[in-house]
Nanobody
Framework: QIQLVESGGGLVQPGGSLRLSCAAS????????MGWFRQAPGKDREFVAA????????RYADSVKGRFTISRDNAKNTMYLQMNSLKPEDTAVYYC????????????????????WGQGTQVTVSS
């Protein structure tokens, strides 16, 4: 069993930055792929970014490339999402997730790949 807890959300002006954290507990996650998804009101949950257990491989949604950076500190069992140049359309609840089945990175954009999810943290981008 893995527990995931997100933090770092909040209200930020357009063009601003936020750093989300996802703390994992319950078992070591050093070998497991992790991802960030988001869900805006009235919309489906969408992929944001993912990272391999060894941090070598990352994937990003086109909408966040060049603005968001995913990273992780396996010694702290924590994953991060640095979000820069935020836009109003980035407003959503952000969820972290963990894949325990060692899925190919080809499939990291699919929510079905992930077995464990956090409760989410709200990010609001507004002036």
């Amino acid at each position: 069993q893995i527990q995931l807890v997100e933090s770092g959300g909040g209200l930020v002006q357009p063009g601003g930055s936020l750093r989300l954290s996802c703390a994992a507990s319950g078992r070591t996650f050093i070998s497991l792929a992790m991802g960030w998804f988001r869900q805006a009101p009235g919309k489906d949950r969408e992929f944001v970014a993912a990272i391999s257990g060894n941090t070598i491989t990352t994937r990003y949604a086109d909408s966040v490339k060049g603005r968001f950076t995913i990273s992780r500190d396996n010694a702290k069992n924590t994953m991060y999402l640095q979000m820069n140049s935020l836009k109003p359309e980035d407003t959503a609840v952000y969820y972290c997730a963990c894949d325990t089945d060692y899925s190919s990175s080809t499939y990291w954009g699919r929510a079905q790949v992930y077995d464990y999810w956090g409760q989410g943290t709200q990010v609001t981008v507004s002036s």
